[in-house]
């Protein structure tokens, strides 16, 4: 009864959501994406030019940032899948956000909270400890905050498209494709009219103009509230996956059942995390399925899940661990990537940004040749690869998000491997002109050398990471898909992490006589800029093997859906259907 109930109450859930939903979500994605980027784009010139850290302490400060800031997502997702639900958590952590950026906004207007300015060859006073304090404070309420968004606004989106319909089943992978380009068009908009309202007006109007945006964001989504297809929150999945670890090692004398048909199932039990369908039986880590077997010490009625747990909360925990080698396969790309809001922002500074005799180009806008890649490469994979690679694949998605991680992994390694040669070019004209001892002397070599690597990042992140995104939502049991974006975040935290990591270590290890390194702080030009970049290369290689071995054996989830008697076992895309 209680089963029959419970999906009544899915029917009439199911009422609301859709496509009318969009507008309000694609608008909050907008409004905070543009105030997230315009944020964080050209942080590294604010931190240097008007806080006056180090080059290497500004960007190891900006890469720290973005990790605890893609690892609070682990917390946001666990509050939003057990207690709070998607919808409450995105609207509390936005308004946590929006108190982060007024702080950071008042310390750019207020003198007293910035060191005082300095020109040409004067002394700069770095900032002291209780403005840098006024920084890490609105740097961490506005991590706390992207730590309720991140993982709930991809999941919730997702969620306005029932699983059990047919025709809106086939939206969900669409909606990915322009999820991102509307987060993409909103970081065009924030790398070149937010950033050069920054360099060319004041940080103040710079930073305030997104704080707005950021408060049309939350009063937009609250708005939309009415039509939105609100899924309640089914308990906590870290207890669950716990659980099945402690009843599977308490069993773990126990000889395996013959027919996996033995092992424990109970839908009402399991009726709040399967409404789109129950997992199945896989034959992969056969020592978790000691977890479901029912002993005479068990009372199947009224189980201790601390004992026995069913097949599908089993195989929970499986789809979560298979998940892990290709979530850490994201990591190093991440690290690749970070490299064009820190080092390849100074290359910028450093050449000639004209456009026009009177039009210069700020440097950090140059990540628009990155957007713009991006979001050219998603129209033209949405609306010309896949129809192409539909007929060829018979895949409605046209290739499996696995191939198109893969596709991604070695653009990004070309993108790395042009950006060294770009700056070896880049050092060749400072030498040739004579301004390798001069760091703020303008290279008269144009900017627009920079744009392959830009461009070969942005059409990487199209294939990567969208490709990423779909796998963990598709492939994460149903009620973990919160936490499951957030492992996206998370490996994009780790990514950060590793980058900070390793300028750290390279800046340490080769330091040499005089002051020469492959990183300075004060001059580029003095630099292996390129040896740094080849060495994430050589890292990305390496990677890229070891992600192919890990898609080859990857073990797809295998679902039951309630609607038909029907096994569906979604491999990558498509559907093979077998009755049983």
């Known amino acids: 009864m209680e089963v029959m109930n419970k999906k009544k109450e899915n029917s009439s859930s199911r009422m609301k959501g859709g496509m009318i939903t969009m507008p309000f979500i694609f608008a909050n994605e907008i409004c905070e994406k543009l105030a997230v980027v315009g944020f964080g784009?050209?942080?590294?010139?604010?931190?240097?030019?008007?806080l006056h850290l180090p080059l290497t302490k500004a960007a190891n400060t900006l890469t720290n940032f973005g990790g605890t800031a893609s690892?609070?997502?682990?917390?946001?997702?666990?509050?939003?899948?057990?207690?709070?639900?998607?919808?409450?958590?995105?609207?509390v952590a936005s308004i946590i956000y929006q108190i982060g950026m007024i702080i950071l906004t008042l310390s750019a207007i207020l003198p007293q909270l910035r060191p005082p300015s300095c020109k040409g060859d004067e002394y700069c006073k770095e900032a002291n400890s209780s403005q840098l304090a006024i920084l890490y404070v609105s740097l961490l309420l506005t991590a706390f905050g992207s730590g309720g968004i991140r993982p709930c606004v991809v999941a919730f989106g997702a969620d306005q498209f029932?699983?059990?319909?047919?025709k809106q089943k086939t939206q969900t992978w669409k909606f990915f494709n322009w999820y991102y380009f509307c987060m993409g068009f909103s970081m065009l908009v924030a790398v070149t009219v937010i950033v050069y309202i920054q360099d060319n007006i004041g940080w103040g109007i710079g930073f305030g103009v997104p704080t707005i945006a950021m408060l049309i964001s939350i009063v937009v989504f609250i708005f939309g509230y009415p039509l939105y297809r609100n899924?309640?929150?089914?308990?906590?999945?870290?207890?669950r996956l716990l659980q099945v670890c402690v009843a599977a090692y308490k069993k773990r004398k126990l000889d395996m059942v013959n027919d996996p048909k033995f092992l424990y199932q109970n839908e009402e039990l399991d009726a709040d995390i399967s409404t789109a369908g129950k997992l199945v039986h896989t034959k992969q880590m056969k020592f978790l399925d000691r977890a479901a077997i029912v002993t005479e010490e068990d009372n199947p009625k009224s189980p201790n899940l601390w004992r026995l747990n069913t097949v599908h909360r089993v195989e929970e925990l499986k789809s979560v661990i298979r998940m892990g080698p290709i979530w850490a396969s994201g990591i190093i790309l991440i690290t690749a990537y970070a490299q064009q809001h820190t080092f390849s922002v100074q290359q910028a500074k450093t050449m000639d940004r004209h456009l026009i005799n009177s039009f210069e180009v700020p440097a950090a806008s140059m990540t628009v040749f990155t957007l713009t890649s991006m979001l050219c490469t998603i129209a033209f994979y949405d609306r010309v690869f896949v129809p192409i690679a539909r007929k060829l694949t018979g895949l409605e998605r046209g290739i499996s998000f696995l191939s198109r991680m893969g596709i991604g992994f070695f653009i990004s390694v070309l993108a790395t491997l042009v950006a060294g040669f770009i700056e070896?070019?880049?050092?060749?004209?400072?030498?040739?002109?004579?301004?390798?001892?001069?760091?703020?002397?303008i290279?008269?070599?144009?900017v627009f050398w920079l744009v392959p690597q830009y461009c070969l990042h942005g059409i990487a992140e199209a294939f990567m990471s969208i490709g990423h995104l779909e796998f963990f939502y598709d492939q994460a049991p149903e009620s973990m898909r919160s936490t499951a974006?957030?492992?996206?975040?998370?490996?994009?935290?780790?990514?950060?992490?590793?980058?900070?990591?390793?300028?750290?270590?390279?800046?340490?290890f080769t330091s040499g006589p005089g002051g020469t390194n492959w990183l300075p702080d004060n001059n580029l030009n003095k630099g292996k800029l390129e040896y740094f970049y080849w060495l994430i290369t050589i890292l990305q290689v390496i990677n890229l093997i070891y992600y192919l071995f890990c898609a080859k054996f990857y073990t797809l989830k295998p679902i039951e859906m309630h609607k038909t008697e029907d096994l569906e076992?979604?491999?990558d895309g498509v559907e093979l259907v077998s009755n049983v």
């Open 424 to 441: 070896v070019k880049r050092k060749e004209a400072a030498s040739t002109h004579g301004l390798i001892d001069k760091p703020t002397s």
């Open 231 to 239: 899924l309640d929150p089914a308990g906590s999945p870290f207890t």
């Open 41 to 50: 784009t050209n942080m590294v010139i604010y931190l240097t030019n008007e």
């Open 71 to 91: 690892l609070t997502p682990l917390l946001g997702a666990f509050i939003a899948d057990t207690y709070a639900g998607r919808f409450w958590t995105i609207t």
């Open 569 to 571: 076992t979604k491999k």
């Open 162 to 166: 029932d699983e059990n319909d047919p």
């Open 485 to 508: 974006t957030a492992l996206f975040w998370t490996s994009i935290s780790a990514g950060n992490y590793l980058s900070t990591l390793l300028v750290s270590l390279v800046h340490k």
């Open 443 to 446: 290279v008269p070599i144009s």
